[in-house]
């Protein structure tokens, strides 16, 4: 982990990952779930009813993401598009 990497800060930690890869970024958490997935998305609202539709609830609306536990009770958050690439390197669920 690096903090002086420019996406750390506060309880975030970023790791140095190629720019074609998936962002890797610790964060410090207070619920029990040991890993948090932020899931990118160029639509949020459709993004969080479609997991709605597979089960997962919304624990809370922020600005700028959604916060989701999957019904094993694995939380996850729906955030903005984090990194160039994403239209020819996203996965389509229609």
Do not use: C
């Amino acid at each position: 982990m690096d903090s002086k990497h420019p996406g750390s800060r506060g309880n975030y930690r970023m790791l140095e990952t190629p720019p074609d890869e998936p962002i890797v970024q610790i964060q410090s958490v207070d619920h029990k779930s040991r890993v948090h997935i932020d899931i990118d998305t160029d639509d949020i609202a459709a993004e969080v009813a479609r997991l709605r539709k597979l089960g997962a609830m919304t624990v809370v609306r922020l600005e700028r993401w959604v916060v989701m536990e999957a019904p094993t009770g694995q939380r996850f958050s729906v955030v903005r598009v984090q990194r160039p690439g994403f239209p020819k390197n996203a996965s389509r669920w229609d």
